[in-house]
């Protein structure tokens, strides 16, 4: 029996051992809070909270979740249910769009954050007294004032390279 759902997928519940849901593979050996951290956007608060609303033990392992157990954790993050969390705990503080407080997962936070990062930099474009932190986000750099010499880079570093002698 294989249910498809755009946002979770079960194959068999007996002998489930990866758990499918907002695009993320979750290991189901782990226990519900390290295994609800896998979603991109649920870290440890939001995955503690999570366990305490499906009323599951803090030992509860995930490959003894059932459909409604998962179909309830789909619901909670959909649109019906965004004033289920208090502003401070979800990760889109008054949306700029919207100007609610939302919990968004996955590939939405993806382009949530790239939106923002368009917006700063057409912030930056349009007038002359903002400042450049979008192109700033653009180039990988630090955007808080930190200094950028020899701290924070990234991929492959190289050395100073001495003169022959």
Known sequence: ???KNNKLSIKNPKSMTFIRI???NINGSLPCNFGLRNIKGVGIRMSNIL???LKKDISYRLYDIEKADLEEIVSI?????????PSWLVNRNTDFLTGESIHVLSTVLDSALQEDIKRLVIIKLNSVNRNNKGLRHLSKLKTRGQHTKSNGRRGKTLGVVRKKK
């Open 77 to 85: 993050f959909g649109k019906s249910s965004r004033k289920m969390f």
């Open 1 to 3: 029996m294989v249910t």
């Open 51 to 53: 366990r305490k609303i």
């Open 22 to 24: 907002f695009d993320s």
